[in-house]
């Protein structure tokens, strides 16, 4: 497969974090050297050179597809039960069945410190910091939303001290990364809050934009959602900041994101959305059974927008009987899969709608800003509201979003996840694992309640795995399908599922004390079945 030809090449390399911080700040300081050559302003810093940076530096969040299979693909977007492959990879021993693939994961670290982290450096070099702040803002914004990635990957990173070692690159715990995050919000809002009071209207960040045109107003929403999102990763670890940064962001200058023209997704100027090739060109990944059984058990009015129909012509390899015609039918996760075009029929992402390639990829949406706000006044935060008015507006504006309306949905009390049938091997056939309805019962538990928030996150979030993943970790919810086959050699189990992903082994080669020191941070095994620090087992409330 043509991903894996790029992989292979990549991992060949062996650089390791201390090897790549070198050869990209190489790479740097002599593109540095032309840019400075071009249009610099009265502070003495170039727009030109910082804003050049830019549009590179916001496709790095999810990549193009050969980067995106191996750095979120193949691990969040199944794990977080959205998907799954059809394809046997390695013989059917792989990430999909918790036989952890090193090479692949590795990417991971390439890509996010390479690709994304240097290039945030970078905007520093420039001087951005002290003389372009604003600019200086969306950096901070962005390094945010890719490290946190990592992070809740793995739990312990190198952060703080990030390309400032040649020889070894210290590790930070996860805490202390969550900490940093909290901080760099606080500069990127502050500095957006004084540009737009001076500056009302203008936007000299528009040229290199690709998520909001320039609109800081935009951005500073983005922002503020942001950290409400991290805080509520803290809830079970650490109530007490998890409630302070979740009440900063509730009252925040700004605000967060409120209707879909809020969303934060990445698109234009040639980029275009990699789970469309993924999907199409080399068919690689299909629905995940535990988003089927959600979706066409709640009769959900988002299903033909996420999701096409199994293939039942009789013309085409692979197909099912006619008899399944029109139906929607994923992938289990980690079901032993044959040779293509074995699964190639089920359902696969919407190729014209969810996954088209113009689409954008969405980093965050404002229908995850108000089940944000559902969970924060089921908790008594301040200024966060009524939990039963942020649910519904919640998944009222995930149908908008998806140009859906269904007025029956949000008080259907009765539809509930359906059982899941593989077609081509009933081994693979799992009985429903949760029972929760849609319509908010004001009577349920807390612990139910959280479920009801989480499980209509969990859909509108769709396809985003990465996040979706965390809150399946932290909460317990949406209840998933377990995987068929666990590869793992006993150290995931499988009623707990996967928590993290095991450190790339050039890690522990090129800079091997400290990713010993990280292991410790971790406080467990460095492998898939070892929860990361916000990942604590115990009740939600």
């Not at 492959?85 to 090193?102: K, Q």
């Not at 849609?438 to 612990?447: H, K, P």
């Not at 150290?491 to 707990?496: E, G, H, N, R, V």
Request: charge should be neutral; charged fraction near 15%; hydrophobic fraction near 40%.
């Amino acid at each position: 497969m043509k991903t894996h030809y790029k992989l292979i090449a990549r991992s060949g390399f062996n650089y390791g974090i201390v090897g790549l911080f070198a050869m990209v700040i190489l790479t740097f300081t002599s593109c540095k050297k032309n840019f400075e050559k071009y249009n610099t302003d009265n502070t003495g810093v170039s727009k030109f050179s910082s804003g050049l940076i830019f549009p590179g530096l916001q496709y790095s969040v999810f990549n193009e597809e050969g980067g995106y299979q191996l750095d979120q693909n193949l691990n969040a977007d199944c794990y977080a039960g959205y998907m799954m492959s059809p394809n046997p990879f390695r013989g059917n021993i792989n990430n999909l069945n918790y036989s952890l693939v090193d090479g692949w994961n590795q990417q991971i670290f390439i890509d996010s410190y390479t690709t994304s982290l240097f290039a945030i450096n970078g905007i520093a070099k420039t001087g951005a910091k002290a003389n372009l702040p604003d600019f200086w803002a969306i950096a901070l914004i962005l390094k945010v939303e890719i490290m946190d990635r990592v992070t809740d990957k793995f739990g312990p990173i190198s952060y703080s001290k990030a390309a400032t070692s040649i020889l070894t690159t210290p590790y930070d715990s996860q805490q202390s990364v969550y900490n940093r995050f909290f901080m760099e919000l606080d500069t990127a809002t502050a500095n957006l809050n004084t540009f737009i009071a001076a500056n009302p209207g203008k936007t000299p960040f528009a040229t290199y934009d690709r998520v909001f045109g320039g609109d800081y107003t935009k951005w500073l929403k983005f922002a503020n959602s942001l950290r409400l999102r991290l805080a509520m990763h803290l809830t079970k670890v650490d109530l007490v900041t998890a409630r302070a940064q979740g009440e900063k962001a509730l009252i925040a200058p700004g605000g967060l994101m409120t209707t879909s023209d809020d969303n934060a997704g990445i698109s234009g100027s040639g980029y275009h959305n990699p789970l469309n090739v993924i999907t199409t060109g080399w068919t690689d990944i299909a629905a995940g059974a535990s988003l089927q059984s959600y979706l066409v058990g709640y009769k959900d009015p988002r299903l033909a927008k996420y999701l096409s129909p199994v293939v039942t012509d009789p013309k085409v390899s692979g197909s099912l009987p006619a008899s399944y015609a029109g139906q929607y039918i994923g992938i289990r996760i980690g079901s032993a899969v044959t040779a293509k075009p074995g699964y190639n029929s089920f359902s696969t992402l919407n190729p014209n709608t969810v996954v088209a390639s113009g689409s954008p990829m969405l980093m965050m949406t404002a229908a995850e800003a108000w089940f944000l706000k559902a969970e924060a006044a089921l908790r008594g935060w301040t200024g966060a509201g009524d939990a039963k008015t942020n649910y519904e507006t919640g998944i009222n504006t995930s149908l908008a979003q998806w140009g859906v309306s269904n007025a029956a949905y949000v008080n259907d009390a009765a539809s509930k996840p359906s059982d899941y049938k593989d077609p081509v091997n009933s081994a693979n056939n799992a009985t429903a694992v949760s029972n929760i309805t849609i319509a908010w019962n004001a009577g349920a538990t807390d612990e139910q309640k959280l479920e009801r928030i989480i499980t209509q996150k969990w859909l509108a979030m769709f396809p985003e795995g990465q996040e979706a993943w965390t809150e399946f970790r932290r909460t317990g919810y949406p209840k998933l399908f377990t995987v068929v086959n666990n590869n793992s050699g006993g150290t995931i189990d499988t009623q707990t599922q996967i928590r993290r992903l095991a450190y790339p082994r050039d890690e522990y080669t090129k800079n091997g004390a400290e990713v010993q020191k990280a292991v410790t941070l971790l406080g467990g095994p460095d492998n898939g079945g070892t929860r990361v620090w916000w990942d604590v087992n115990k009740s939600n409330f």
